[in-house]
């Protein structure tokens, strides 16, 4: 506990394979966890792709995303460590039609809860030092593939031949390289097949963030 009796902020990361429903799931914790009184905020990685304004839009398309060198991870810690210590901090915004950030940024204030979710949420050290409770999401290949070109196309103006592309150059080679073994970092994993949202671990995260907060 801290002075004047007050718990700590709790930090949570999800990872997982793009299209395994991290982010979903991230949302569902932190919309339970607000319904029992506890502020809570998600914290998205992709808000953290390396601005790109200095390349042509068609450099910038053909750009590798799924490497962990498209994410500024010293600003993300750096960020996520001052909302944690309760400062505010102006987090960017990522416009995912341009392949850019824009330009203005948007103001988040500390809250209790913070969850962090992203593709290598439990990549690099300087956010797993940061984590107080560690998930993996995953899901089979169909479903996730299935999950990824729906975003792609309804929310990140692809078509559907540049989804097909992206998936097979870059984010399943990637993903094999460099998220799965991530895995490895997690408290829990959790297996997500079909659309329903996983009550039962949603409930037990729920349950131990209530405790904590108790």
Known sequence: MTRKGRKKRFVVGIAGSSGSGK??????????????GIKSQNFPLDNYYRPLSHLALK?????NFDHPDAIEFTLAAQQLRALSEGRRVRM????????????RAALRRPTDLIVVEGLYALYPAELLALYDYKLFVSTGLATAILRRVQRDISERG????????????????MYETYVRPTQKN????????GEEIPDKATEGIVRMLRDHFR
């Open 186 to 193: 997690a408290h829990f994993s959790i297996n997500w097949e």
């Open 59 to 63: 450099e910038r398309m053909a750009y």
């Open 158 to 173: 692809r078509d559907m031949e540049n989804a097909k592309h992206q998936i097979l150059s870059t984010v399943l080679p």
């Open 92 to 103: 960017p915004v990522y416009d995912f039609k341009l392949h850019t950030r824009e330009r």
């Open 23 to 36: 982010t979903t799931f991230a949302n569902r914790i932190v919309q339970e966890c607000r319904r029992i």
